[in-house]
């Protein structure tokens, strides 16, 4: 769909959903049974592809359309979160503390004739966190982190682990760009994130990525935040990587050619590895923003409803 077309039915209006390649992901089939459960005014979600280098005059567009559009209640993004917020922050009336200090917008939603923007990663992240890791689980065992990318979804999930009272020793972030490790640099200083818990490295090749996973104490998280294995093949890591010992292996996305979750996979039974896809975070990251866009609050009962309608649906 083109930034200037609208679905053919606007009864109710429509929400939106801006990514890449929008069309494939489970959320166009599960969004009309979720209309269904919750009472929304309207079963129509709209997919905005933009590619991945897209303009700044792109974004700027996109957002202007939802904001003058009457029919449209609001947006999910997900791969330009960051470059919404660097291109059209500034055509938004209020951002939330998240979107502001981690310099992304995953949420656009109106109130009136106001435009908001807020990150919802940081909270998302956590919430799919807590469904697959025991709670005492860095306190027990003295566990480490790698966040292999430091783009939006790293950085809520750096900034989250910061939040914890279980928090764990050590997070190191990778990144191949010296401009993203120092934009996470600047989230954890106005965050006030302890000294000593984040570590920044760059990695210009997988092997270097590899080193630093083989090196994190058994039972660590090792996490694929940088979007390779969705919306563009191949994997942050070889495939001769060695993981640590009962390693938990969390691969972000659910879709695509998700080379690190097969990494994972072909590792799981001689290394002991706990391998959790994207579905959960998937199914947090969307609920809490088609509550945010409808106004909705949201209970835990509310949210497995959710998740058992997605599984019919997927």
């Not at 700044?56 to 996109?62: D, S, T």
Request: aromatic share 8%; hydrophobic share 45%; charged share 20%.
């Amino acid at each position: 769909m083109t930034l200037t077309e609208t679905p053919a039915t606007t009864t109710g209006g429509y929400m939106g959903f801006i990514g890449v390649s929008t069309g494939s992901s489970s959320i166009m089939r599960v969004f009309p049974a979720w209309a269904e459960v919750l009472g929304l005014p309207t079963a129509n979600l709209v997919g905005h592809d933009l590619p991945m280098d897209a303009t700044p005059a792109q974004y700027v567009a996109m957002v202007e359309q939802i904001r003058d559009d009457p029919h449209h209640r609001g947006a999910l993004v997900t791969t330009h979160k960051m470059n919404v917020f660097a291109a059209a922050s500034d055509l938004f009336d209020e951002l939330d503390p998240f979107a502001v200090s981690c310099a992304e917008i995953s949420s656009i939603s109106k109130r009136g004739d106001r435009l908001i923007g807020r990150a919802k990663d940081p909270l998302t992240v956590d919430l799919a966190l807590n469904d697959f890791l025991p709670a005492d689980h860095f306190a027990r065992t003295g566990a480490e982190v790698v966040i292999l990318g430091a783009g939006g979804s790293g950085t809520a999930l750096s900034w989250a682990l910061a939040e914890r009272a279980d928090a764990p020793a050590k997070v190191t972030v990778t990144a191949r760009d010296d401009d993203a490790l120092a934009h996470l640099r600047e989230v954890h200083r106005q965050h006030g994130t302890p000294e000593g818990l984040l570590s920044y490295a760059r990695t210009d090749t997988v092997q270097e990525a590899a080193a630093i996973v083989a090196s994190a104490p058994a039972g660590s998280l090792i996490v694929n935040a940088t979007g390779l294995g969705k919306d563009r093949p191949g994997s942050p890591l070889p495939d001769d990587v060695v993981f640590p010992e009962g390693a938990w292996v969390w691969e972000f996305n659910y879709r695509g050619s998700l080379e690190l979750l097969h990494q994972a996979r072909a590792q799981h039974a001689e290394r002991g590895l706990h391998v959790v896809d994207g579905w959960r975070y998937f199914i947090h990251g969307w609920s809490q923003v088609v509550a945010d866009v409808f106004e909705i609050d949201l209970t835990p009962e509310i949210v497995e409803r959710l998740a058992e309608a997605a599984e019919s649906a997927r």
